[in-house]
């Protein structure tokens, strides 16, 4: 559905040409990651840990200075999803995964805080979320192949925070980190 959902896009009337090859890989990214993000979401499930959305947020105040973040320091952060981020924090709070504490220099601004239980839900999640990275993702990628998205995704990632000034956090090393942490265990 996507790709003929692009197709359509860029193909009906358009006045900017692509060339045929990066208009492949555009959709091929854009398919492979749907997809994988599906397969990751239904693993999570199966083994009854928290979804990717909520693993997102849990993870980007993990790796927050004191495990906290503002609002919208918090939009800023996670990968997957900010729409319905103010629903999310809530049920994330109602589950006891994060508090929400008020600023006191701002009285109106608030932050959200990883408890304990949320960092041994995403602990709990890890192992499976790093199963289907390794499964669908990584296995499919030799060490030069890896090497050379990293470089084009973070390059990209590099022009959005100049476009937009602004700062786009350089992904954390959760695997390193958890291995040297021995992830709580």
Known sequence: MVVIATTLCYTAGMDTELEQSRLIAWRSFLTAHAALINQIERELAEAGVVPLSWYDVLFALYDAPGQRLRMNELASAIVLSRSGLTRLVDRLEAEGLLTRERSVNDRRGAFAVLTEKGLEAMRRAWPIYAKGIDEHFAHYLSDEEARILA??????????????????KEPADFETRAAQESVGQ
């Not at 470089?151 to 700062?167: G, N, T």
């Open 151 to 168: 470089e084009v995704f973070q390059k990209m990632v590099k022009l959005r925070e100049f476009l937009i000034k602004e700062p786009v």
